[in-house]
């Protein structure tokens, strides 16, 4: 009976409180957005904590003193509901909802997973404009397109979409109870803080893994991730023929992470055409699990045109999936600092000519920063590093840049070119 469902989903209709983990960093940025009548779409790759998310919200607005009665969630990842018309389950479910609770005033309609019901996004549409200002959509989905274009554009803006990555290192210490807010709590706990932090490295931050001890249970889990994304939500999606192909292509690039994608040497290896290299990489990018960073240049066609950078959404996929006899600690490390800096900034590139620079990070009201990463500044890397980093300075105009190590700092000249030398805790921590 969809009337049990309902009661299972929604606690605080008993006015239980969800047990929902860690609170997110997101949660904060979220709460103004109830104020407003846009709809609230959340967006990430499975398994990062979208859900308890929501329920962290819900926890929220019951705290401030909305009715229980007035919150609905609904995760649409059950069974009953696969095949069947977006717009039958959704009417279903609201009905149900309607008779059970007959609430009074502005409803917070929480929708989990709504990328499962195809055509979700008219149903939401017809509602958004028939009781404007008084149900408040808060909707999530594992895929980047989770809004198609046109519904974004029939909507007018009224859509605001906000990215949930997996666990940052701030929330993993938050997770272990470990302070950090304050110096002198990175100072007493600065073991501590390295310890969670070559975890993090290693094994990424997906919520689920940090209450996992065994390391080959922590494999099996993110490979169960790893299939779910390849053969639910991409194969089906797009009806891929050779799911084979696809998976063999995935778990090569969660090798490959922080090295240029070139489509060409992707089809001789695997025996393939660029154009469903092309494809296949498209498909990725649209899970979340893999992320494509363009080549700097004030240029967009010359940056359409270049190669592309690949990173993972997670460590954790780097650590796991491919066959490594040794982890590369750098590559692992500029994998890491890039899904930060999606945190932070705007847009996030890459930079090469006969030097190479590893990011280069701007926003709307940040300054832009040029980072190189390597785990550990040495003679054998220094001329290199430093020489990538000058040229892209000089490039943009900079007068100072950052070099990230795992636990090195200092600060010189290089060249009339401020550099800093930073530990990569005390940057993620900043």
């Not at 304050?182 to 390295?194: G, L």
Request: charged share 25%; glycine share 6%.
């Amino acid at each position: 009976m969809i009337e049990d469902y309902l009661y299972e989903q929604n606690l605080h209709w008993q006015e239980k409180p969800y047990v929902a983990g860690t609170e997110r960093e997101l949660l904060q940025p979220l709460v103004p957005l109830f104020e407003l009548d846009h709809i609230i779409a959340i967006s990430g790759v499975r398994r990062c904590g979208k859900s308890f998310l929501l329920k962290q919200l819900i926890n929220r607005l019951v705290r401030d003193k909305v009715p229980p009665q007035n919150i609905i969630f609904a995760n649409l990842e059950l069974p009953a509901f696969f095949g069947r018309p977006s717009a039958e389950v959704l009417d279903e479910l609201w009905d149900a909802y309607l008779k059970l609770k007959n609430p009074q005033g502005r409803v917070y309609l929480f929708l989990d997973e709504v990328q499962t019901l195809p055509g979700w996004e008219t149903w939401t549409k017809y509602h958004y404009d028939q009781k404007k200002g008084e149900i408040k959509f808060v909707i999530t989905g594992s895929n980047s397109q989770l809004l198609p274009s046109e519904f974004a554009t029939l909507l007018s803006g009224r859509v605001i979409e906000k990215k949930l990555f997996p666990f940052s290192l701030r929330e993993m210490l938050a997770h272990r109870g470990i302070e950090f807010r304050e110096a002198q709590q990175r100072s007493i706990n600065k073991s501590r803080i390295k310890h969670v932090l070559e975890a993090y490295i290693q094994e990424g931050g997906m919520p689920e893994l940090l209450g996992i001890q065994e390391r080959e249970m922590r494999r099996e889990v993110m490979t169960s991730y790893f299939n779910t994304i390849i053969y639910k939500d991409i194969v089906p999606r797009f009806s891929v023929r050779h799911s084979g192909l696809l998976k063999d292509l995935a778990v090569y690039l969660c090798g490959q992470t922080s090295t240029l994608v070139n489509l060409a040497k992707l089809a001789e290896v695997f025996g393939s055409n660029r154009a469903t290299m092309k494809e296949f990489i498209q498909y990725l990018q649209l899970s979340f699990l893999l992320l494509l960073v363009d080549k700097f240049d004030f240029s967009a066609k010359k940056r359409e045109l270049a190669l592309k950078k690949a990173y993972l959404i997670d460590n954790g996929f780097a650590a796991f999936l491919p066959l490594r006899f040794s982890a590369d600690r750098g590559r692992l490390l500029e994998n890491l600092i890039y899904v930060e800096l999606l945190r932070r900034f705007a847009s996030v590139f890459y930079w090469r000519n006969h030097y190479e620079c590893d990011l280069i990070a701007y926003g709307d009201s940040l300054e832009t920063q040029v980072f190189q990463v390597c785990h550990q500044l040495d003679e054998n890397n220094r001329a290199r590093e430093l020489s990538g980093l000058k040229a892209a300075c000089d490039l943009l105009g900079k007068k100072a840049g950052i070099i990230l190590t795992f636990d090195q700092a200092d600060r010189f000249e290089y060249s009339g070119l401020q550099v800093q030398v930073v530990p990569v805790h005390e940057w993620l921590l900043g």
